[in-house]
T-cell receptor
Framework: SQQGEEDPQALSIQEGENATMNCSYK?????LQWYRQNSGRGLVHLIL?????REKHSGRLRVTLDTSKKSSSLLITASRAADTASYFC??????????FGKGTMLLVSP | SQTIHQWPATLVQPVGSPLSLECTVE??????LYWYRQAAGRGLQLLFY??????ISSEVPQNLSASRPQDRQFILSSKKLLLSDSGFYLC????????????FGPGTRLTVL
């Protein structure tokens, strides 16, 4: 598959715990993006990390990028029930448009 | 600020009927526009994208078509729906290039019976 692939497919944690999701891709990229989708809604952009960056933060989100391993991780710290959603990575991988992975479904229980 | 609208929000159509989904963007000019389909529990499949009026690129051969009659209007159509056309359809736009950040509409849930 040419898509980014998220791992795990599903993750269930308790409020206050940290959630880590991973994304792997096949070819070289210019940037990698993470999106969130609440059930039945459109996707919302969370963060973009460029190929020359190794780590980026936004609030409780931390994204890392390892271009040598062709992988990225999204860490959500001190999770809340409102973080329950599906999370997708998207890459350009040299194509003219973004390719999205199949997503990780995160369930945060109160 | 920019806003993207999609309608209708939900649609139930019989097999063989036509389809027209509309997407409009406000607050920006010459956006790149996209139509995606998402099957239940799956990722996004890019159907069409457009970099300008009348310019449509098709990513997946199917019985769907797209048109961009105005700068900020993108329409997804079908002459005859199939059962396999059921899904969640998302419209999105980006500002500069088709690999930039994309901003999504609320989606249309289509059920073909």
């Amino acid at each position: 598959s040419q898509q980014g692939e998220e791992d795990p497919q599903a993750l269930s944690i308790q409020e206050g715990e940290n959630a880590t999701m991973n994304c792997s891709y096949k070819t070289s990229i210019n940037n990698l993006q993470w999106y969130r989708q609440n059930s039945g809604r459109g996707l919302v952009h969370l963060i973009l990390i460029r190929s020359n960056e190794r780590e980026k933060h936004s609030g409780r989100l931390r994204v890392t990028l390892d271009t040598s391993k062709k992988s990225s991780s999204l860490l959500i710290t001190a999770s809340r029930a409102a973080d329950t959603a599906s999370y997708f990575c998207a890459t350009d991988q040299g194509y003219s448009t973004l390719t999205f992975g199949k997503g990780t479904m995160l369930l945060v229980s109160p | 600020s920019q806003t993207i609208h999609q309608w209708p929000a939900t649609l139930v159509q019989p097999v063989g009927s036509p389809l027209s989904l509309e997407c409009t963007v406000e607050g920006t000019s010459n956006p790149n526009l996209y139509w995606y389909r998402q099957a239940a529990g799956r990722g996004l499949q890019l159907l069409f994208y457009s970099v300008g009026i009348g310019q449509i690129s098709s990513e997946v051969p199917q019985n769907l078509s797209a048109s961009r009659p105005q700068d900020r209007q993108f329409i997804l159509s079908s002459k005859k729906l199939l059962l396999s056309d059921s899904g969640f359809y998302l419209c999105a736009w980006s500002r500069y290039s088709s690999t930039d950040t994309q901003y999504f509409g609320p989606g249309t849930r289509l059920t073909v019976l």
